[in-house]
T-cell receptor, first 113, second 113 residues
Framework: QKEVEQDPGPLSVPEGAIVSLNCTYS??????FMWYRQYSRKGPELLMY????GNKEDGRFTAQVDKSSKYISLFIRDSQPSDSATYLC?????????????FGQGTELSVKP | DTEVTQTPKHLVMGMTNKKSLKCEQH?????MYWYKQKAKKPPELMFV???????INESVPSRFSPECPNSSLLNLHLHALQPEDSALYLC????????????FGPGTRLTVT
């Protein structure tokens, strides 16, 4: 079993839809949770990060962490064609193992006009 | 400015060539990373430098040789590569290895012929 599981999609939604992206994990030592967005042929861009459980909101994006269920989510409201990208979740233990992030497989999202 | 720059953007090299990839950041970050990313896969950590010292080598073959000449620069020297080494090579930085927000560069797309 992989440490982090993420549905690779692809996920296709109409413009304006609410998108829900999810990851599950098995390592209860993970404390830091990040979402990266990667456009085709570009490097990953850090979207949001959260520590431990709870919600964090930034504009149209909301990140949720449920440590009891070992489940994290990223919600995108009013999705736009410019949101079409691959979304990667990433996680890290409290003492970070020297900088090691554990990535999910990435979910490919397409928002159709 | 959260910019990490990488040169060149594209590189084609033969199996007997020697080439180098370059990464630069001017954010005052003290941790720098090399990742390898294959198509439709998440980034795989190769090396971590912390305060200009190599702190993690993820059992990378010796045909890849990292170098950190100063706190702003990171190089990856390539020699006698194999076609399966063709990938997107990403550089990232963070303020130190104990933090979780890694900022990625755009990557160098390497093709080994």
């Amino acid at each position: 079993q992989k440490e982090v599981e993420q549905d690779p999609g692809p996920l296709s939604v109409p413009e304006g839809a609410i998108v829900s992206l999810n990851c599950t994990y098995s390592n209860s030592a993970f404390q830091y949770f990040m979402w990266y967005r990667q456009y085709s042929r570009k490097g990953p861009e850090l979207l949001m990060y959260t520590y431990s459980s709870g919600n964090k909101e930034d504009g149209r994006f909301t990140a949720q962490v449920d440590k009891s269920s070992k489940y994290i989510s990223l919600f995108i409201r009013d999705s736009q064609p410019s949101d079409s990208a691959t979304y990667l979740c990433a996680m890290s233990e409290l003492y970070n193992q020297g900088g090691k992030l554990i990535f999910g497989q990435g979910t490919e999202l397409s928002v159709k006009p | 400015d959260t910019e990490v720059t990488q040169t060149p953007k594209h590189l084609v090299m033969g199996m007997t060539n020697k080439k180098s990839l370059k990464c630069e950041q001017h954010m005052g970050h003290r941790a720098m990373y090399w990742y390898k990313q294959k198509a439709k896969k998440p980034p795989e950590l190769m090396f971590v430098y912390s305060y200009e010292k190599l702190s993690i080598n993820e059992s990378v073959p010796s045909r890849f040789s990292p170098e950190c000449p100063n706190s702003s620069l990171l190089n990856l020297h390539l020699h006698a590569l194999q076609p399966e080494d063709s990938a997107l090579y990403l550089c990232a930085s963070s303020s130190r290895t104990g933090t979780y927000e890694q900022y990625f560069g755009p990557g160098t797309r390497l093709t080994v012929t």
